[in-house]
Each structure stands twice: as C-alpha cells, then as structure tokens.
C-alpha cells in the first residue's frame, strides 16, 4: 500500500469503481480506493442490476443515459462482461393523470435526446404478455432501459481503472480521517495511514459514518427493499422461443411495483408503503455479504395488485426472495460534490440507483475534481442541495416519505408534509391563523397563498389550475392596486465585510458595486462563462456589503465565496463573510400604497427623493432596527424591510394596522411568482442555472465586462462577441385550464433551421453523444441527435420552458423559456406553440413586460 497519493477514493461499490476509472481516466492515476472488505461489499452485490434513464430531473436524466452508454467503454477496457440486457422497457399508466404525467415525461424527452413513445395498453401486453392490458389507460416506451449484472459490473469498473494505474486495497477499513494544516488529509486505516491530497467518500451504507468521521451529519438513510425471483416459467420461454426477444422491464405505477424478466423467470420488486428503514442511527461495521430477513406481510399489498395487473405471475412459484438495504437521501437523488466548510473533502454517496446513475456520478466528480467544475447542471445531486435542517431525524422522516411515494405523482402544486414544521419564522403561528396555506422553502415554512375565511387552507393538488387559482388573483390585484404584504424569510442572507471585501465582490460577481446606501443587482458567473449566481448586493458601509439571493443555494453559494475568499480568509482580517440564515428575516410591502404605509412606521422621510429607487437604508421601522431596501420582486413600488427574529411579529403588527386605511392584503409566495412574471423577471434554478450564460439568460444589462477583470469575464466576452446560442425569452400562451408548469417544449414554424434544439447540459469538460462517444467543441455544442417527434411538418421543437404560471393581473397565461437566439430575434418568425400536457397551445413572444413596462411605478 503507497504512503502517499493524491486521492483516496474510500468504498469499492459500483460507484466508488465508477469514480476510481473517471479519476483515473481524468490523468489522475496516482489514486487508490480502500475497501473495507471485498468489492461489493455494501449494497452493490444483491441489487436487481435494473437500469433506465428517465429521472424527475433533466440533468440527472441526462447522466443516466450517460452511464447506459458507458457499459459498453468498461467491457473493452477491462475485458469483463457486464451481462448487459438492453430490452427497453414500459411505465404503465392506470388513471388519466398518471398518463398526464408520462405525457409530460414524454414531452421533455422532445428536447432532451430521448426517444420515448406514448403507447397503447395492448402495445404494452405484446411485449410483455404476462399483464392483464385492462388495468392500464396507456403506457410509455423508453428503448433505453434493461438490466446487467450488478457484481461483474463493479468488477469491470474496478479492473479498467486498475488498467490505467489506480491502486485497489481490499479487506482495510478507513476508521478514521484527520485533516493536515495545509488541507490534505491523513486517512487512517487498519493497515496504516495513507497521506493523500483528496478524500471521496463512496462508503454507501457507511457514508453516514465517514461523514460523521470529519464532522458532518449526511443526510443519508438506509432502507430495505425486497424483490423476488420466481422459478422457471414456461410463458416466458415460449415469448423467448417465439419471438427471439426478451420480456422487456415494466414498472406499475399503481401496484408499486418493478418487473422484468431475469433468466427464464421473472424478477419483481416493490417499493412499499409501509417502507423500513435499516440501522437509522448507525450501521454497524461487521455487516457483511448479508441479506435481511424477507417480510412478505410488509409488500404483501402491493403484491395483490400486482398479481391481478399480471396476473401470469402469480401462478408462478416464488423461487427466492431477496431483502437488502441501501441509501437514499431526502429527494431519491445522490448527494456528488465537494462538501462545504471542508477542503478536498468529497462525496458520492446516497446512489439508488447505482447502476442507472453511477457512471454520471464518477464522471461528474472527476471533472470537479480534475478540472475545478463538474461539468455539467449537477445540482439536482448536488451535496450542498440541503441545509443544516436536514439532520437526522429530518432525514428519517424524509427519506421514508420518499421512498413510500416513489412511485406516486407529485403534482405541481403539491407540498409534502414529513418533518414539517422544521424552521419556523416567528410569525408561523400568525400565518396559520391568517388561513395561510404553508410550504416548504429549503426547510422553511413559508406562506403559499391564503385560503378564504371559512375554506379550509389546503391545496386541491393538479396539473390543472386549482383552488388556489381565485385568491391568488385577490392577493394580486389588491397589491397592485393597494398595497401587499409577504414573508421573505426564505431569502439567502450574506454580510460580506473587511477592507478586502469590495475587491472580492468586483471578482466574483459580474456588475459594478455600488455606492454606500445603493443597491444592484448582479449575476455571478464561472470561469466557463455560465450563470451560477444571481444576488441583490446593497453597500452598507465604508467596508460593508449585504447579499440577498436564493435560499436554496445558500450552501452552494457559501462553497463558492469560501472557494475564492484571499489567502487570509476565512477566519482572516481581508474578507469575512457571515450567513445570516434564519438569524435575519424579513418582510416586504408592495404596492402603490406601500410608501404611504411606510411612512406612518418611521421617522425619516421616504419621499421619491430622499428614499429612491435601489437606495437602501438602516431606519427603525415601527422602533424596530431594520435595514430597508427600496426594491420588490413585483415589480411595483415597494420595499424589502429586514430585522432580528425578535422584531418581525413587531413589524408586521405595526404593518398591517397601518395597512387598514390603505386596504393592506397578506400575500404569499405564489402571488409573489405569479406577479414576477407579469414583469419578465426571472428565477434562480428555473430561468438562470449554470448551463445558461448570461446573454443567453437575457442578463445582459448586469454584465459590466469593461469594469475589473472577474471571473468568468473572458467567457462572456466571448459569448457577447460570438453572439448567444439561446435567449431567455417570454410568452404568452392561449392555454386552457392548465398554465405550463416548466420544461415543457417550446414548437415553432420555421422555414429554416435556427440551430440545435437539444437542451445543453455540459460545457467546458468533456460531453458526450448517443453512443456515449465523447465530443468536443462545436461538435459537442451541436449535440444533435435523431429524436423521435422533433419535427412535425413545418413545426419543429425549438426550446423548452423554464417556468411559467398565470399572470393574475395582466391576466394571462405565460411562459419564461429558451429558443436559438436567432429565432428569438426573427420577429418575421412569429407562430409558436407550447405543449401543455400533451396538446399544442398557441404562444406569442412577448418583448414587453405585460405590467409596467417602462418600470415606471416602481422608480416613482
Ligand atoms: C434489493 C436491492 C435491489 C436493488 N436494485 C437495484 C437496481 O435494480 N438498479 C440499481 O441501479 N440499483 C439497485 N439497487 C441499489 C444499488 O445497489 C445501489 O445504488 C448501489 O449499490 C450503491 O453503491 P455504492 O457504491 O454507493 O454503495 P455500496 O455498494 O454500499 O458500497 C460501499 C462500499 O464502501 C465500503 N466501505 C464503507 N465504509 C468503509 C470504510 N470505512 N473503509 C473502507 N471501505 C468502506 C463498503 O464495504 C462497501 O463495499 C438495489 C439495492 C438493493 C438493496
């Protein structure tokens, strides 16, 4: 065993192989991966082997595929079979929302490479008859889904990065990590200590404890799973013998239910109801090849669905059944990337689904580690994806709600409840008596909109508009007219303070900073040029600057600063950065009437004056010390006030009695969104994400490329030279009683070709095509591929919406979306259409925005 490289890659499951070949592929091969016993050791070896590509998230659909087409690079590599079964497979729908929702899945596919088709129940029977076709309403196909198996597929892995120069230490475990002063890490292991620049953790159903070993809590549970193997049945061999094929993989959204041939029997999985998680506080280290005990009681309900939907498998006797644990974490997804508050300190645990996603995950991570960037739109497996809040507890609660509801539809306007309430402002208990309907805002409970007096506060979950739809209109046009209140507690918060905090601002963020007492607004970008901030920064003092931005990316914002704080930071004098979180929260006043209202709670003047447009103060607000931005993300006149916990039921009292004789309304989040639209405004993680540059994301008034050299500066004076690809662009759309929820694909009739209509996913680091061939450059920007139900006579696909909803005030139904920025500036290419479950509804480019376009009313 060496005493010295640059990284150790702790866990020889699939994905700790995975990550080990893309390091090693990557250059690094002075790289050794420490198995505590053999490989397989955890979870891989009993898994179903299952693969398929379709994921909640298009990014992370788009590493799935990735890793289907690797299989075939690790075979010739390594020389060991993966036992690869390509059969395709069916998701079978058994209501008319079910197949609401694969029309939707389907229709993202349109733009993201995937060649799926809707199907009829009986098309579903021929490819596997052992179902009964009449429990279903219609089907989806998806060619690329099938099964391997699970050991020779670690093994193939492991022994092509073997071939490339990686080191592989079996039957040593890691018991403990301690980090050097300059960041490199001493890993401890029973056979001595191994110094090493970087440290994975792929330790699977240990991730917990080798989190826990550098101090951090992951938010990562184990649970059983059960599937069945059933003996030798003659209908299958007599499909093999008739038709040359395989039965493909069917999964039954109803019965909970996974299925799909597995020698000449069937092999059928559940993911239960009364789901269980395994060792919830810790797993124990001599758990070794073992199974748990099976508890057919526990699946037994999704078992009598199951037979009755295929009914030719309950006739067959149950050769085997297998329980065994693995890891999920909150939302089903892995936990990839570089944890912050810790230097080279990286995971890649919490994979469901090993083989569907563990290529991506070694791929993406290795480009993090390799390259400084993963490459790709990673956050729907980004570690930093979830806060403090997601402690244990949380976790438990979470993960078993996820994986009850695995295969349930999550309705766009639907709100889980497990592990709510966690944080609460100090207003909860106010909002609930407002007849608040509450969501979860990254832990935070936060007011959606408010039910009537005597309706019970509740959503009536649907793709279509719903109960909310009529008071979210009043929350509105009150605002617009009068004046609103909202909570903004779930707002990111950052102080950035010290001599050298202005200089670290001009070179992470994109704008100028302003002057002491203004605002701006500014996007941060990488070195690649792509969107991967958006802040609202008020200078507040000589050496003083407060950051508002998206709550959901207050860790993988923090990363980032810390990432490129001086050399003297964190702890140094030059730079300091605080995170406020829950410590600050806030409120905001909307509306023609909010400075009238204002001015009653303070004792300054606030006058258009003395109180501009993007001027930002510190005042007392009803006596209560706040700091005040005049800025709002309506758009109308309005202000961000911000306080201690201790101040908020103070100010907002004062508010609201102030409010009375202006005819002050409560407003929650959906209002908040719905008006935001009215104004073309944008959103972090729908409209702006790191694929996007900021040209193409519409930014262009924020991007200052003649102030100071910053990063990503280069990037953008290319983009801007060369021109976008895409632009960021509004619709309105003549939708019925469904408004788009987001990615759904944007038609057009064009007589030309305005570029690529495939969504980029990648940039900078290696990409890849659909025969998992890597391409480069144009090549890769190109990214075509031959997707079934692109182009439909003069109509082709051309982008895909980002976000959307109905604008209460203006009154119409509109979408935020990307289209080539050629087409985007045809005005001569006028006919567009937005699929909205499954029909075709004709949209308008909208260039104005529908609500005050000059922005007159709020500079007044
Ligand atoms: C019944 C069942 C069916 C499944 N079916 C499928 C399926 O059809 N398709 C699919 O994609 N996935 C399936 N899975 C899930 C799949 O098994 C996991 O996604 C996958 O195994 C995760 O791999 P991993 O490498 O992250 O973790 P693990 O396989 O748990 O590997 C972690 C490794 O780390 C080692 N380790 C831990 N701590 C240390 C330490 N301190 N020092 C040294 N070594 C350490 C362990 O010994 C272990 O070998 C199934 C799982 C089960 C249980």
């Not at 003996?231 to 499909?239: A, K, L, R, S």
Request: include cysteine; proline fraction near 6%; aromatic fraction near 10%.
């Amino acid at each position: 065993m060496k005493s010295h490289v640059k990284a150790v890659v702790i866990g020889g499951g699939v994905v700790g192989c995975s990550v080990l070949y893309h390091l090693a592929k990557a250059g690094w091969t002075d790289i050794m991966l420490i198995e505590r016993s053999e490989l397989t050791s955890g979870s891989s070896w009993h898994a179903a082997g299952g693969f398929h590509t379709l994921n909640g998230d298009p990014n992370v659909a788009k590493l799935q595929a990735y890793t289907v087409q690797l299989y075939k690079e690790i075979e010739e590599i390594s020389g060991q079979s993966c036992s690869l079964h390509l059969t395709g497979g069916v998701m079978m729908a058994d209501t008319p929302e079910r197949m609401d929702f694969l029309r939707l899945a389907h229709a993202k596919g349109r733009y993201l490479g995937m060649d799926t088709e809707l199907i009829t129940p009986s098309e579903a029977k021929a490819m596997f008859p052992l179902m009964d076709e009449t429990n279903f309403v219609g089907a989806m196909w998806d060619p690329v889904e099938g099964h391997l198996d699970p050991s020779g597929t670690t093994i193939a892995y492991s022994k092509a990065a073997k071939k490339l120069g990686a080191e592989i230490v079996l039957r040593n475990r890691v018991v403990d990590l301690t980090q050097q002063p300059d960041g490199t890490w001493n890993v401890v292991t029973e056979q001595g200590t191994v110094h090493a620049e970087h440290v994975v953790n792929c330790g699977g159903l240990w991730a917990r404890e080798i989190g826990r070993m550098v101090g951090v809590e992951l938010p990562v549970l184990a649970m059983e799973h059960m599937y069945l193997l059933t003996e030798p049945m003659p209908e299958v061999e007599e499909f093999n013998k008739s038709t040359g094929r395989e039965m493909i993989g069917v999964l039954d959204f109803k019965g909970e239910i996974y299925t799909r041939q597995e020698r000449n029997g069937i092999l059928l999985g559940t993911y239960e109801k009364a789901c269980k998680p395994w060792s919830p506080v810790n797993t124990p280290w001599d758990f070794g090849h073992e199974l748990l005990p099976p508890d057919l009681d526990r699946i037994a309900p999704s078992l009598e669905i199951g037979f009755k939907h295929f009914p030719g498998i309950e006739k067959a006797g149950i050769k085997q059944i297998i329980n065994g644990p693995f890891t999920f974490a909150l939302d089903g997804n892995p936990l990839v990337g570089p944890v912050q508050g810790l230097t080279n300190f990286w995971c890649a645990c919490a994979v469901m689904a090993g083989f569907s996603q563990g290529g991506g995950v070694g791929l993406a991570l290795s480009n993090w580690m390799v390259h400084g960037d993963p490459g790709f739109d990673v956050w729907g497996m980004d570690v930093a994806r979830f806060g403090e809040w997601a402690g244990l507890r949380y976790t438990n609660a979470k993960v078993r709600e996820n994986y009850s509801r695995r295969f349930s539809i999550r309705f766009p306007n639907e709100e889980l409840p497990a592990a709510r309430p966690a944080q609460t402002t100090p207003l909860y208990d106010t909002m609930l008596a407002n007849n608040a309907v509450m969501g979860d805002s990254w832990g935070l409970e936060t007011p959606l909109w408010f039910a009537p007096k005597g309706k019970e506060p509740k959503d009536i979950v649907s793709f279509h508009r719903s109960n909310d739809f009529g008071p979210i209109g009043e929350e509105v046009r009150a605002t617009r007219e009068k004046v609103g209140v909202t909570e903004i507690a779930n707002f990111a918060k950052y102080e950035v303070s010290g001599p050298g905090a202005e200089d670290f601002l001009n070179r992470l963020m994109t704008n100028r900073m302003p002057k002491i007492g203004r605002i701006v607004l500014t996007p941060m970008i990488n070195e690649f040029g792509k969107l991967i901030g958006d802040f609202t920064i008020a200078k507040a003092g000589e050496d003083r600057f407060m950051i508002w931005g998206s709550s959901a990316a207050q860790k993988y914002h923090m990363r980032w600063f810390e990432k490129h704080l001086p050399k003297d930071g964190p702890r140094g004098s030059a730079v300091r950065i605080h995170r406020f979180d829950q410590t600050l929260v806030g409120l905001s006043i909307a509306g023609p009437k909010s400075r009238d209202l204002l001015q009653k709670l303070v004792d300054v003047d606030i006058s258009t004056e003395a109180f501009r447009f993007m001027d930002f103060r510190e005042m007392a607000v009803g006596g209560a010390p706040c700091m005040v931005n005049r800025i709002t993300y309506t758009g109308d006149l309005g202000y961000e006030i911000w306080m201690a916990p201790a101040y908020q039921r103070l100010v907002y009292r004062q508010i609201k009695e102030a409010g009375e004789e202006f005819g002050l309304v409560d407003f929650g989040m959906r209002a908040l969104l719905s008006m935001r639209l009215e104004k073309n405004f944008p959103t972090w993680f729908r409209e702006l994400r790191p694929i996007y540059g900021p040209f193409e994301g519409s930014m262009d008034r924020f991007i200052k490329l003649e102030k100071n050299d910053f990063i990503g500066r280069e990037a953008a004076a290319k983009e801007q030279a060369e021109g976008p690809k895409l632009r960021r662009v509004s619709f309105i759309v003549d939708a019925a009683d469904a408004d788009v929820m987001g990615d759904e694909p944007i038609w057009a009739k064009v007589s030309k070709d305005y570029g690529t209509v495939e969504k980029p996913h990648g940039y900078g680091a290696p990409r890849f095509d659909d025969q998992g061939k890597e391409v480069r450059g144009s090549q890769a920007a190109e990214g075509a591929s031959a997707v079934r139900g692109i182009v439909d006579g003069d109509w082709r696909v051309v982008g895909w919406v980002t976000s959307g909803g109905y604008a209460h005030y203006v009154q119409k139904s509109m979408a935020q979306g990307y289209v080539p920025a050629a087409l985007a500036e045809d005005e001569s290419a006028g006919l567009f259409e937005i699929e909205i479950l499954g029909h075709r509804r004709p949209a308008r480019i909208n260039v104005e925005a529908p609500f005050d376009p000059s922005g007159e009313k709020m500079r007044t």
